[in-house]
């Protein structure tokens, strides 16, 4: 995982410097690449019917983004990227790894139930703002869809008696996920959502009952130039 950091913050580094470049003033048309780091509060959403709200949890995202033009005014694009996002959630459901299988209950005696997961991003959006070349204060909308793939996960509980179960890489996480996203706000602030729409389980069930998980994110995203 320390080798996919590292690689990933090195990428970030090179395209950052090129991105520099390329929001130069090019006749009419000009571009807006971009770092981006998102800090989201999350949700789990269709959570199962024996299964209770979860408690704070949390998104953490950084990348970069790359700008292709559409018009010649520059103010209307598309832009793909590719980040590193965190999650870490306090949740309800119990989740196990025994013999290769995925097993889910619910338990009300247990504790400090957590879940962390850490996913390369690969956001892409269709940008509107109303900046120019010259103009680097400005409003934006930016809406598309995020493709997630995760490269590491673990759950993590404690019973009544204090002890400590970690279950790593459980076989039934869903390690390629999407959803939509939008962006929208003024300058470098801006109000960000994510809304996941794919289980982040599959094939799993809970006393019978499909397990259709998914991922809900809002927060704030900063747009670096």
Same mark, same amino acid.
């Given at each position: 995982?320390? /080798? !996919?950091?590292?690689?990933?913050?090195?990428?970030?580094?090179?395209?950052?410097?090129?991105?520099?470049?390329?929001?130069?003033?090019?006749?009419?048309?000009? $571009?807006?690449?971009? #770092?981006?780091?998102?800090?989201?509060? $999350?949700?789990?959403?269709?959570?199962?019917?024996? #299964?209770?709200?979860?408690?704070?949890?949390?998104?953490?995202?950084?990348?970069?983004?790359?700008?292709? #033009?559409?018009?010649?005014?520059?103010?209307?694009?598309? $832009?793909?990227?590719?980040?590193?996002?965190?999650?870490?959630?306090?949740?309800?459901?119990?989740?196990?790894?025994?013999?290769? /299988?995925?097993?889910?209950?619910?338990?009300?005696?247990?504790? $400090?139930?957590?879940?962390?997961?850490?996913?390369?991003?690969?956001?892409?959006?269709?940008?509107?703002?109303?900046?120019? !070349?010259?103009?680097?204060?400005?409003?934006?909308?930016?809406?598309?869809?995020?493709?997630?793939?995760? *490269?590491?996960?673990? *759950?993590?509980?404690?019973?009544?008696?204090?002890?400590?179960?970690?279950?790593?890489?459980?076989?039934?996480?869903?390690?390629?996920?999407?959803?939509?996203?939008?962006?929208?706000?003024?300058?470098?602030?801006?109000?960000?959502?994510?809304?996941?729409?794919?289980?982040?389980?599959?094939?799993?069930?809970?006393?019978?009952?499909?397990?259709?998980?998914? #991922?809900?994110?809002?927060?704030?995203?900063?747009?670096?130039?």
């Amino acid at each position: 995982m320390k /080798t !996919a950091l590292t690689f990933l913050f090195i990428f970030i580094n090179v395209i950052g410097a090129f991105s520099q470049k390329d929001s130069l003033n090019l006749g009419d048309r000009y $571009a807006e690449d971009q #770092i981006y780091v998102a800090v989201s509060y $999350a949700q789990f959403l269709d959570q199962p019917q024996e #299964i209770f709200k979860s408690n704070f949890s949390y998104g953490l995202s950084i990348g970069v983004l790359k700008d292709l #033009i559409l018009n010649k005014q520059g103010n209307v694009s598309i $832009a793909a990227g590719v980040g590193y996002g965190f999650d870490f959630f306090n949740h309800k459901l119990k989740v196990e790894e025994i013999n290769n /299988t995925s097993v889910f209950s619910s338990d009300a005696t247990i504790s $400090a139930n957590l879940f962390k997961s850490h996913n390369v991003e690969l956001p892409l959006e269709l940008r509107w703002r109303t900046s120019t !070349a010259t103009k680097y204060s400005f409003w934006r909308i930016y809406a598309g869809i995020k493709f997630l793939y995760n *490269f590491s996960n673990k *759950f993590q509980f404690d019973d009544v008696n204090g002890n400590t179960f970690k279950y790593k890489d459980v076989s039934n996480y869903n390690k390629l996920q999407y959803g939509l996203t939008l962006s929208t706000g003024y300058d470098e602030f801006n109000i960000n959502l994510y809304y996941g729409l794919t289980p982040v389980f599959k094939n799993s069930t809970i006393n019978g009952e499909v397990i259709n998980t998914k #991922i809900l994110k809002f927060g704030l995203i900063f747009y670096l130039l």
